[in-house]
Structure formats: C-alpha cells, structure tokens
C-alpha cells in the first residue's frame, strides 16, 4: 500500500519525503528521499490520516540504500488501513 509521508529526524535536522510500500501496525517498508542509517530515530507523517508517530529504522536495503524498515515505537495504525474484524479467522 503506497501512502505518502515526510520524515524527519529526531536528533538531527534532516527532512524528506517518502512513500511506503508495505504498512503494519508495528512498522513499514518504506522508499525515502534520502539515506538513512540503522538506529536513527525519525517522526513520520503520514498526509493521509494526518497522524504521526515516531519510529526506529531497523534496517536499510544494501541494493537501494533508500529502501528501509522501521519500527513504530508505539505498534498503532497511523496508516488509515483497514484491519480484520475481531472474529477473522483464516481458513484451515
């Protein structure tokens, strides 16, 4: 699910645009504008809900240095996506 968001870093004064590619309620994929670093701590804003949350990069592709995973600190949906009823159940 692509939604756009700005990130910007919480003990540093960078700032950029970006998408993500894969969403969760405990983190995302994402596709930045620029390179980001293993344990940077980071705002993100997702324009869609207009909410924000901050997060942790936990990884960075080494092919695309610009792909990197993050992890929300508090697990929530600020992504506005739609989550499984609570009786869901897959099928066996």
């Known amino acids: 699910m692509k ?24 983190g995302a994929l994402i596709l930045t504008g620029i390179e980001l670093r293993i344990g940077m701590r980071i705002w993100i804003h997702v324009y869609l809900t207009d909410k ?30 739609s989550l499984p009823p609570d009786d869901w159940e897959t099928d066996r």
């Not at 924000?52 to 949906?77: F, H, M, W, Y």
């Open 52 to 81: 924000r949350a901050t997060a942790r990069v936990v990884c960075v592709d080494s092919e695309n240095p610009l792909q990197c995973g993050i992890e929300l600190d508090k697990p929530q949906n600020i992504w506005g996506i």
């Open 3 to 26: 939604v756009a968001i700005g990130m910007q870093g919480v003990a540093e004064s960078s700032t950029c645009a970006g998408e993500t590619i894969v969403v969760n309620l405990h």
